[in-house]
């Protein structure tokens, strides 16, 4: 099973809401990804989450708060995010070992977010 | 620097044809090259990948070449179907550290496979 669940599907926030996205893995992996991707682009590396620890912020403006309760579970928690903000956020799951023999990183079907 | 660059841009190919996409890189401290493929609205999936010790990998109807030594990579897709109408984007990895692994990505090719 190399399934990475994210909820909700869509969403769409007004400039001065809050609101989280979840994304789950249960193939024990403990490093855990999120991505934006816009139209047309590739996807973006937002963020890394190692061993439940907080390992590669890539300057994300700081509406944007990862959070990683548990190796299984990924939070993107938005702020008054601004309408540029809106995209697919995507969220991707990878194993470790060693010596390294897994390389693959999973990704989740994404959430659609739009910023009105 | 960490630029894999990627073409065509788009590709348009005849069903039952081959489809070929060629990625190029830089920085040798990449280690594993997976291919993604993504349809509208979701997500990428992981199609094949392959590590540079190796030449060629082949999977069903797709291939990957890869030239070190020129340090470049390609996706064949034999027999193409028109349910390989996506885009997609090669990748490369490298150890980021405590136990992750960072993409770079190429810009991504739209393939579009016609009857």
């Known amino acids: 099973d190399t399934e990475v669940t994210q909820t909700p599907k869509h969403l769409v926030m007004g400039m001065t809401n809050k609101k989280s996205l979840k994304c789950e893995q249960h193939m024990g992996h403990r490093a855990m990804y999120w991505y934006k991707q816009k139209a047309k682009k590739p996807p973006e590396l937002m963020f890394v989450?190692?061993?439940?620890?907080?390992?590669i912020n890539e300057s994300v403006p700081s509406r944007f708060s990862p959070e990683c309760p548990n190796s299984s579970l990924l939070n993107l928690h938005l702020h008054a995010l601004q309408p540029e903000d809106s995209a697919l956020y995507l969220c991707?799951?990878?194993?470790?070992?060693?010596?390294?023999?897994?390389?693959?990183?999973?990704f989740g079907p994404g959430t659609r977010l739009t910023v009105t | 620097q960490q630029q894999v660059k990627q073409s065509p841009q788009s590709l348009i190919v005849q069903k039952g044809g081959i489809s070929i996409i060629n990625c190029a890189y830089e920085n040798t401290a990449f280690d594993y090259f997976p291919w993604y493929q993504q349809f509208p609205g979701k997500g990428p999936a992981l199609l094949i990948a392959?590590?540079?010790?190796?030449s060629e990998k082949k999977e069903g109807r797709f291939t990957i070449s890869f030239n070190k030594s020129a340090k470049q990579f390609s996706l064949h897709i034999m027999d193409s179907q028109p349910g390989d109408s996506a885009t997609y984007f090669c990748a490369a990895s490298m150890d980021s550290g405590a136990g992750s692994y960072q993409l770079t990505f190429g810009k991504g090719t739209k393939l579009s496979v016609i009857p």
């Open positions: 989450y190692s061993y439940e620890k907080l390992s």
């Open positions: 991707a799951s990878s194993q470790d070992s060693f010596p390294r023999t897994y390389y693959e990183q999973y």
């Open positions: 392959i590590r540079p010790d190796v």
